[in-house]
């Protein structure tokens, strides 16, 4: 079955320092992935998502994500941080199949104190 | 674009009330969710269609919870008889055709539930 894992519920970082918040996956196959973000009493927005081709994928707000298959990773970095980062993050994971749905972690609590 | 429209934002019922959440998905795309977040649980995937048949909803709580899309515009999540414990906030998503799987979801804004 797939799943996917977000070790860290909350993870706190200084603003101008790089934050990274971790994900990792379990799904057979060749797995999309996705980074979504969502600000207080708002719904799901996309950040960013990887398909294929290069592990390095770039998305809104000056995020990024690396691919890493060996270790199963698709942890979301930025290399400084805005105090209007802080949100909570989810990652999600699809098979890569016919079927539509994803399944989304838990969520990790990101706070960035100025 | 409009987004994605769910109505109403916020809902205060009593146990035991039917309540019917409401969305409309972007035009043009073929793939609706419905999601309930909660503290303790998270975000929970709770049904999805693709053009307008249901296609999973293992994830529907009890037969109290029930879902429709009539039509590629509109979709209702049903509760009836609602209690306190399904109080959160729900959201709808759709997604437009493309490579299965790897489709963005767009979300409402979510209805706030809360059931006295």
Known sequence: AQSVAQPEDQVNVAEGNPLTVKCT????????????VQYPNRGLQFLLKYITGDNLVK???????????????????KPSALVSDSALYFCAVSPGSSASKIIFGSGTRLSIRP | DAGVIQSPRHEVTEMGQEVTLRCKPISGHNSLFWYRQTMMRGLELLIYFNNNVPIDDSGMPEDRFSAKMPNASFSTLKIQPSEPR????????????????ADTQYFGPGTRLTVL
Do not use: I, M, R
């Open chain 1, 59 to 77: 998305g809104s707000y000056g995020f990024e994500a690396e691919f890493n298959k060996s270790q199963t990773s698709f942890h979301l970095k």
């Open chain 1, 25 to 36: 996956y379990s799904v057979s196959g060749n797995p999309y992935l996705f980074w979504y």
């Open chain 2, 86 to 101: 399904d109080s959160a906030v729900y959201f709808c998503a759709s997604t437009s055709p493309g490579l299965a799987g």
